[in-house]
Nanobody, 121 residues
Framework: VQLQASGGGLVQAGGSLRLSCLDSGRIVSVVAWFRQAPGKEREFVAAMTWRGDKKSYSDSAKGRFTISRDNRDNTVYLQMNSLKPEDTATYYC?????????????????WGQGTQVTVSS
C-alpha cells in the first residue's frame, strides 16, 4: 500500500486546511491520521473504517476535524477547521489491515510521508 499525503501548509489561527491521502487502492480495514509535533510523540487524530460506518476522533479533534473518504479515487481526507497553534505538527496518514479502530500507532501497517501543518497565532 502506497500512501501519499498532501495539503499541509501555513495558516493563521482560526483558519482551515484539508489534508488528502491517496492510497494505492489495496484492501485495508481502517484508515487514520496521526500527527507529531517537534519533541513530542506521535499522537492519534482521527480514524475511520474503510466502509465508513465508524469514525473516531481525539478529544482535541472532535468538533473541529472531519475524516472522510472518496471511493472514486481512493483518497482519504482530513478537513481541519478552527485551527489552533497547538495543531502545528507533521500529519501522517496511515492504514491498518485488520479490523477495529485503534489509537495506537504501532497497530497500523502502512504509513505515508508526512505533510507539515503550521498554524500561526
Amino acid at each position: 500500500v502506497q500512501l501519499q499525503a498532501s495539503g499541509g501548509g501555513l495558516v493563521q489561527a482560526g483558519g482551515s486546511l484539508r489534508l488528502s491521502c491517496l492510497d494505492s487502492g489495496r484492501i485495508v480495514s481502517v484508515v487514520a491520521w496521526f500527527r507529531q509535533a517537534p519533541g513530542k510523540e506521535r499522537e492519534f487524530v482521527a480514524a475511520m473504517t474503510w466502509r465508513g460506518d465508524k469514525k473516531s476522533y481525539s478529544d482535541s479533534a472532535k468538533g473541529r476535524f472531519t475524516i472522510s473518504r472518496d471511493n472514486r479515487d481512493n483518497t482519504v481526507y482530513l478537513q481541519m477547521n478552527s485551527l489552533k497553534p497547538e495543531d502545528t505538527a507533521t500529519y501522517y496518514c496511515t492504514a491498518r489491515r485488520f479490523s477495529g479502530i485503534t489509537t495506537t500507532s504501532g497497530n497500523y501497517d502502512y504509513w505515508g510521508q508526512g505533510t507539515q501543518v503550521t498554524v500561526s497565532s
